[in-house]
C-alpha cells in the first residue's frame, strides 16, 4: 500500500513539473517524419459505393512539393490514366480517348473517379504547419 501511494505521489509531482512540447513543435516534428521535397508512392483507395465497392491503385512521382505525375495501376479500365500538376495547373491524360484534359477553375473540387477526393485534394502535399495552427488549452 506504501508503494501504491509513493508511486502514485511521485506521478502526480513529475506532471505537475513536466514540460511538454508546443504545439507547433508537434507539428513540425510530424512534418520532418512524413513530408519530403521529393517522392514516390503507391496509393490504394477503396471507393465504397451505393451498389459496389472498387479498389484503384496509383503510383505518384513528387517533385519540389509543388509538382507531381500520377499514373493509374488499377483496375484494368482506369490502367493508364495520367495525371501532372505543375504548380497550380493540372491535366489528365485518359488512353481510351487519346486526349489530354485540362482541369482548371471549378473543376479542380470535382471528385476523383466517384471518390469523395476532389482533383485539388488528390493532387495537394500540404505540410501539416501550413493547414493547421496548434493553440493551448485553457
Given at each position: 500500500m506504501k508503494?501504491?501511494?509513493?508511486f502514485?505521489?511521485?506521478?502526480?509531482?513529475?506532471?505537475l513539473?513536466?514540460?511538454?512540447?508546443?504545439?507547433?513543435?508537434?507539428?513540425?516534428?510530424?512534418?520532418?517524419?512524413?513530408?519530403?521535397?521529393?517522392?514516390?508512392?503507391?496509393?490504394?483507395m477503396?471507393?465504397?459505393g451505393?451498389?459496389?465497392?472498387?479498389?484503384?491503385?496509383v503510383?505518384?512521382?513528387?517533385?519540389?512539393?509543388?509538382?507531381?505525375?500520377?499514373?493509374?495501376?488499377?483496375?484494368?479500365?482506369?490502367?493508364?490514366?495520367?495525371?501532372?500538376?505543375?504548380?497550380?495547373?493540372?491535366?489528365?491524360?485518359?488512353?481510351?480517348?487519346?486526349?489530354?484534359?485540362?482541369?482548371?477553375?471549378?473543376?479542380?473540387?470535382?471528385?476523383?473517379?466517384?471518390?469523395?477526393?476532389s482533383?485539388?485534394?488528390?493532387m495537394?502535399?500540404?505540410?501539416?504547419?501550413?493547414?493547421?495552427?496548434a493553440?493551448?488549452?485553457?
Amino acid at each position: 500500500m506504501k508503494k501504491l501511494i509513493l508511486f502514485l505521489f511521485i506521478t502526480v509531482f513529475v506532471n505537475l513539473f513536466a514540460e511538454y512540447p508546443k504545439g507547433d513543435e508537434i507539428l513540425k516534428k510530424i512534418d520532418s517524419n512524413i513530408f519530403s521535397e521529393n517522392q514516390i508512392s503507391v496509393v490504394q483507395m477503396i471507393i465504397h459505393g451505393k451498389r459496389f465497392s472498387k479498389t484503384m491503385k496509383v503510383k505518384t512521382w513528387t517533385r519540389n512539393g509543388t509538382d507531381s505525375f500520377s499514373e493509374y495501376l488499377y483496375p484494368a479500365s482506369d490502367r493508364g490514366t495520367k495525371m501532372l500538376r505543375l504548380a497550380n495547373k493540372l491535366w489528365i491524360y485518359n488512353p481510351k480517348a487519346d486526349r489530354i484534359i485540362p482541369i482548371s477553375g471549378h473543376m479542380l473540387r470535382q471528385s476523383v473517379m466517384g471518390s469523395d477526393l476532389s482533383y485539388e485534394d488528390f493532387m495537394e502535399s500540404k505540410r501539416l504547419k501550413d493547414s493547421y495552427s496548434a493553440v493551448a488549452p485553457n
